[in-house]
C-alpha cells in the first residue's frame, strides 16, 4: 500500500514573513489529516526554510527543498549542499524539475549525481519526469520520459530506489492552466511504473511512489487522485494559498 504524498511546491515566492504565515496556516488546518491517508510536505525557497522548520517541527508536516548540488561542500558560490539541507531540517529535495531542465540546462547527469548525493546523505529526491508540449503532439512522450528515468536513476540500486519519489510533470501543463486528464496522467503514470519494472523488477516499482503534476487544484485533484498509479500530487500555484492546498490534501482525509 503506497501511501499518497501531496508536495507544494512555493518556487520563488513568499518571504519570510510571509512564509510563516503560510506555515503557521497550514499546521492548523491539516493538524487532523491522518499519516496513514497521505503524507504531507511543503518546499519553500532556501531562505525560508529555516523559519518554516521551527513553524512545522513536531507536526505531520515535511519540510522539503527545491533543488541541491551535487557535492557535501567546497567553492560552489551560490550552491547549496545536502548538509546544509539536512541542517535546517529537510527531509525531501526536489531534483530535476522542468524549470530548472529548462532555465538552467540541467541534464539527466546532473540530476543523477544530485540524487545519488541526497541519498548518500539521507535526503529523499522528488525526481520530476515530463515532457514538452512538442514532444506529447509528435508521439515522443514514452521515449522521453523512458530517457529521463534510465538517465536519471543510472546506478541507483535496487535497495535505495524508495528512497525516491517520482512526480511527472507534463511541460505543458505547467502553470499554463492546462491539464492533462485524468486517462493521459494514469498512461504515463503506469508507463513510468512498466519502466521501473523494466529497471529493477516488479515489487521495486510496486513500491515506489509517483505524483502528478501540472496546474493540480482543487477541482480537478479528486479525479485525478482517483487513478491507480498516481500517488499525490506535487502542487504549485495552489500550493501558496491554504485553503487550495488544503482541499487538495483532504482529499485523502
Given at each position: ?6 508536495a ?81 531540517g ?7 524539475h ?14 543523477n ?46 535497495d ?8 511527472y ?9 492546462k491539464?492533462?486528464?485524468?486517462d ?33 487544484k ?8 482517483n ?25 485523502y482525509?
Amino acid at each position: 500500500m503506497r501511501t499518497p504524498l501531496i508536495a507544494g511546491n512555493w518556487k520563488m515566492y513568499k518571504n519570510i514573513n510571509e512564509a510563516a504565515e503560510l506555515a503557521t496556516t497550514l499546521k492548523n488546518v491539516l493538524k487532523d489529516v491522518a499519516a496513514d491517508k497521505a503524507e504531507v510536505a511543503i518546499c519553500p525557497p532556501f531562505t525560508d526554510l529555516q523559519v518554516v522548520s521551527a513553524v512545522i517541527k513536531g507536526t505531520n508536516i515535511r519540510l522539503g527543498a527545491q533543488n541541491m548540488y551535487a557535492a557535501q561542500e567546497g567553492a560552489f558560490t551560490g550552491e547549496i549542499s545536502p548538509l546544509m539541507l539536512r541542517s535546517a531540517g529537510v527531509h525531501y529535495v526536489i531534483l530535476g524539475h522542468s524549470e530548472r531542465r529548462q532555465y538552467f540546462k540541467e541534464t539527466n547527469e546532473d540530476i543523477n549525481k544530485k540524487i545519488k548525493m541526497a541519498i548518500e546523505h539521507s535526503l529523499f529526491p522528488i525526481l520530476c519526469v515530463g515532457e514538452k508540449l512538442e514532444e506529447r503532439e509528435n508521439g515522443t512522450t514514452f521515449n522521453v520520459i523512458k530517457t529521463q528515468l534510465t538517465g536519471c536513476l543510472a546506478g541507483i540500486p535496487k535497495d535505495k530506489i524508495g528512497s525516491i519519489v517520482v512526480a511527472y510533470e507534463p511541460i505543458w501543463a505547467i502553470g499554463t492552466g492546462k491539464t492533462a486528464t485524468p486517462d493521459q496522467a494514469q498512461e504515463v503514470h503506469k508507463f513510468i511504473r512498466e519502466t521501473l519494472v523494466s529497471l529493477y523488477d516488479q515489487v521495486t516499482a510496486d513500491a515506489v511512489r509517483i505524483q502528478y503534476g501540472g496546474s493540480v487544484k482543487a477541482d480537478n485533484a479528486k479525479t485525478l487522485m482517483n487513478m491507480p498509479d498516481i500517488d499525490g500530487a506535487l502542487v504549485g500555484g495552489a500550493s501558496l494559498k491554504a485553503d487550495s492546498f488544503e482541499a487538495i490534501v483532504k482529499f485523502y482525509k
